[in-house]
């Protein structure tokens, strides 16, 4: 498989490098050159897979010709075999449960870091070591997180050999639950910086690092944000094993997916070109609404940032949208580097009327305020005892008001588990937030490692440089 980027400069990459690169070199994102399509038939072969027999048999087509099958089989096992010592905690590793009639929340909370981040970052982890173990090389990853991708990247590659992690978070800025999710994991690779500053100033430094990487002495830097193309194969997987629990392939199914950089729904519109009956795609965001406001009005225009109940949606620019709009335009990459282009000069844009109306199709959008959030946590707490998340409670009202059959079974995204974010659960008024699982039972007692660092970027980038082999100066 071959990858291309949506803005038609850069080479095109096997999925090996693909791995490895951040953006492409002319500021575009990698997709596949060609998407796999299959049959009818061949997903309905797939009923009552394992989730790692499922992944293999998606995931296939993009690793062909980088991993050999028997490698890439091992790989996936080690990631979603479901039993005791799996990562997943739950048996059926991605569970759907019933809300209501035809109505369902797909689990996707059982990782080790509570959200369904685990479900990428746990296999971009293990494809990260065996390909450098392969070249025998060493790469440095940087990421900058508000929360949940700083966790989850952690877990990811804490057992990775020739892989060392410096993840920014915003000093006193993220909860304490989030910060010991990422600062209690030790290990001579794993960094944790706290940067006097916030999340912004976080972004931009490890922004300004992956442009100039001088201070890595020729390391390697790898991103581990979703611009990364690993993280949203491995989001397509769990579209197909929720649509086969519910009659699909014969069946068409539609989802809800909480969103924020437009990732995980990407990999539910890939999912269907891949050839699964998908219906409708709902794009539930918070008040931080660009994606809405481009899905109702064709607007497509940068607002100013508003913190709410649900912080991992809190975006203003919606990264992977860039993978939409390529299609849309009929893979023109010289038109999307255009658009790209007025948008970073601060204007915002509209496509083409027969673009748009392509798009919604398939696409529905609600934004939702902290406020109708809350109502929902409460709404489905009285109808079912189910305690929802913040963000999954969005895909739930979004759900509810958008929805286009009442005959096609609705599917929401479960994002997150409600422990992260207790102070939407007590603002619900539901009660206390529920207990920790039992691998996090002990959170709050276990030892932290972490280190303050200024909000200066030759300061992050020396303590990098000191600490990124395996805590030795590179
Ligand atoms: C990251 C995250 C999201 C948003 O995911 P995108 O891929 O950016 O759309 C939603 N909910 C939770 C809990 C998250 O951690």
């Not at 009923?47 to 293999?56: C, D």
């Not at 009639?101 to 959200?115: C, I, K, M, R």
């Not at 910086?193 to 690092?209: L, P, R, T, Y």
């Not at 109940?309 to 893979?331: A, C, K, Q, W, Y």
Request: proline letters at 5%; aromatic letters at 8%.
């Amino acid at each position: 498989m071959r990858y291309i980027s949506t803005r038609g400069q850069a080479p095109a990459l096997n999925f090996e490098d693909v791995l490895l690169a951040g953006l492409a070199s002319d500021g575009g994102l990698y997709v596949p050159e060609n998407l796999p399509r299959f049959t009818q038939e061949e997903i309905a072969s797939w009923a009552g897979l394992p989730y790692h027999e499922l992944a293999f048999r998606v995931m296939r087509p993009f690793v062909s010709g980088s991993i050999p099958d028997a490698d890439f089989k091992k790989i996936l096992e080690e990631t979603y075999a479901a039993g005791s010592g799996g990562v997943f905690a739950h048996s059926a590793v991605a569970p759907l449960r019933q809300l209501n009639s035809n109505e369902w929340v797909l689990e996707l909370f059982h990782g080790p870091t509570l959200a369904f981040k685990d479900f990428a970052l746990q296999l971009l982890g293990r494809l990260l070591d065996y390909v450098l173990a392969k070249r025998n090389e060493r790469v440095v990853i940087m990421g900058a997180t508000s929360g949940d991708t700083g966790s989850a990247a952690i877990e990811g590659c804490k057992a990775c050999d020739n892989v060392d992690i410096f993840i920014l978070h915003p000093h006193n800025r993220v909860s304490e639950v989030q910060r010991r999710q990422m600062t209690t994991i030790l290990g001579e690779n794993i960094h944790n910086i706290a940067v006097e500053g916030n999340f912004d100033d976080c972004q931009e430094m490890v922004k300004d690092s992956f442009a100039d990487q001088s201070f890595l002495k020729g390391t390697r830097l790898v991103a581990v944000n979703s611009i990364n193309w690993a993280r949203i194969m491995a989001q397509i997987v769990y579209y197909f094993h929720a649509a086969l629990q519910l009659g699909g392939p014969a069946r068409s199914i539609a989802f809800s997916v909480p969103t924020g950089n437009f990732g995980d729904i990407f990999a539910g519109y890939l999912a269907r070109n891949m050839g699964l009956p998908i219906s409708q795609l709902i794009v539930a965001t918070n008040r931080n609404d660009i994606l809405h406001r481009f899905m109702s009005g064709n607007q497509y225009v940068k607002d100013t940032l508003h913190p709410t109940l649900s912080p991992s949606m809190d975006i203003m620019v919606s990264s992977n949208f860039e993978r939409l709009l390529f299609d849309l335009h009929g893979r023109n990459g010289a038109a999307i580097a255009e658009l790209m282009a007025t948008f970073k000069q601060g204007g915002g844009f509209s496509v083409e009327e027969d673009r748009w109306t392509e798009a919604r199709k398939l696409f529905d959008s609600l934004a939702v305020d902290d406020q109708a959030t809350c109502e929902t946590i409460a709404e489905v707490f009285e109808e079912s005892g189910e305690l929802l998340d913040p963000h999954t409670a969005i895909g739930v009202r979004a759900a509810r008001e958008c929805r286009r059959s009442l005959a096609t079974p609705m599917v929401i995204l479960g994002t997150a588990h409600p422990v992260k974010f207790p102070e939407a659960v007590e603002q619900a008024g539901v009660g206390q937030s529920p207990a920790l699982p039992p691998h996090l039972a002990d959170l709050f007692e276990r030892e932290e490692r972490c280190t303050v660092l200024a909000n200066d970027l030759k300061t992050v980038q020396g303590f990098v440089t000191q600490h990124g082999n395996r805590g030795k100066p590179l």
